[in-house]
């Protein structure tokens, strides 16, 4: 049973377009909602944070929006670049705070055409 | 530079062999951990440790094995019992509280021919 859903599987997104990318949790318990960049043969790398005391937060182009009575979260690429395609993952971890254990979504391919 | 390497970038076996991936880390992070991803499941977690000389299983831990003799490795090893093992391997660290991220190793491309 996946913890956290992530959808779509794959987006095509235009030179200068929104990209956008969803997941939903139904642990009620998870309170960080990370999401991070993939790209091919490299390690994911962290691109932003959320808890869930806000509904939204932005880094620079990135934006993350979370709807926590939804139990919903989603990340805004804004003025999407070629040099942003890559693979997005989302994740969500819960307490015990003794180690930081992630439940990862199964990733979107995301690809930016110039 | 603090990071995490791992070793070999790629890595042939035969079936019946077991294999070791190594992981190495120099952010004196207590808590590491393995991940396989495969594609369109995203990263699921083999296993996990937050301090050395314990560690716990992950998901799916069925068919690996770890050990944690020193805080800056974590090696992995893919046995013949593990059925399907052709997979991206990753292995990550983080502080060992919530909250904190985890940083990722470049990965090790496991292929059993």
């Known amino acids: 049973q996946q913890q956290v859903k992530q959808s779509p599987q794959s987006l095509i997104v235009q030179k200068g377009g929104i990209s956008i990318i969803n997941c939903a949790y139904e642990?009620?318990?998870?309170?960080?909602f990370p999401w991070y960049q993939q790209f091919p043969g490299k390690g994911p790398a962290l691109l932003i944070a959320?808890?869930?005391?806000?509904s939204e937060k932005k880094e620079g182009r990135f934006t993350i929006s979370f709807n926590k009575s939804a139990k919903q979260f989603s990340l805004h690429i804004m003025d999407s670049q070629p040099g942003d395609s890559a693979t997005y993952f989302c994740?969500?971890?819960?307490?015990?705070?003794?180690?930081?254990?992630?439940?990862f979504g199964s990733g979107t391919k995301l690809n930016v055409k110039p | 530079d603090g990071g995490i390497t791992q070793s070999p970038k790629y890595l042939f076996r035969k079936e019946g062999q077991n294999v070791t991936l190594s992981c190495e880390q120099n952010l004196n992070h207590d808590a590491m951990y393995w991940y396989r991803q495969d594609p369109g499941q995203g990263l699921r977690l083999i296993y996990y440790s937050q301090i050395v000389n314990d560690f716990q299983k992950g998901d799916i831990a069925e068919g690996y094995s770890v050990s944690r003799e020193k805080k800056e490795s974590f090696p992995l090893t893919v046995t013949s019992a593990q059925k399907n093992p052709t997979a991206f391997y990753l292995c990550a660290s983080s502080m060992a509280s919530t909250y904190n991220e985890q940083f990722f190793g470049p990965g090790t491309r496991l292929t059993v021919l």
């Open positions: 994740a969500a971890s819960r307490p015990p705070y003794n180690f930081n254990k992630f439940y």
């Open positions: 959320i808890r869930p005391d806000v």
């Open positions: 642990n009620t318990a998870f309170d960080y």
